[in-house]
């Protein structure tokens, strides 16, 4: 047998000249747009990335911004509510003044109310008692005067003053 280790020249140099030809072809025609493909596609994924972040920085600035207007709400919902207390407070104490001053004056009214009363009694007393007075009066002055029908006399008397 045989065995050939270097192979013929003029295919040596066929297999050389059509593997150049061939990476000439690639290169010019296939790698170029290949290689130029690939780094669209790099640039478009590094564009992503940068809309990306600028997103996130724009939904971090929407969120801090939330956030400072949820405060001001807050604070302004406690502050409206520290006012509706402090108004209802002194609602309060107005009706508590218009109250005193209105139980005041009813005292005040009752006061007169039963001072008038007290003196149209003692006027309706002292007529009373002059009525009285003028009947015992008459009953003695048309009786004989003894003393036993004195007594008697005034002892009713008394006890008309008690009864009346």
């Known amino acids: ?10 295919q040596l140099v066929t297999h050389a000249v059509g593997f150049l030809i061939t990476f000439l072809l690639l290169k010019k025609y296939a790698w170029a747009p ?10 478009k994924i590094a564009d992503e990335f940068k ?5 996130k920085v724009k939904v971090d600035s929407l969120t801090a911004e939330y956030e400072g207007k949820l405060k001001d709400i807050d604070t302004e919902r406690r502050q409206k509510l520290v006012e509706a207390i402090d108004e209802g407070k002194k609602i309060a104490e107005e009706l508590k003044a218009q109250a005193r001053t209105e139980a005041k004056s009813i005292t005040e009214k009752a006061k007169s ?22 009947t015992a009066t008459e009953k003695i002055i048309m009786e004989r005067l003894d003393d036993a029908k004195h007594r008697e006399l005034i002892g009713s008397f008394i006890d008309n003053l008690e009864k009346a």
């Open 51 to 55: 809309a990306i972040e600028d997103e």
């Open 113 to 134: 109310e039963i001072e008038r009363d007290v003196a149209k009694a003692r006027v309706a007393l002292k007529d009373d008692m002059v009525a009285m007075t003028m």
């Open 34 to 43: 290949l290689l130029k493909l690939m780094e669209d596609r790099r640039n």
């Open 1 to 10: 047998m045989d065995i050939k280790i270097i192979p013929e020249l003029p």
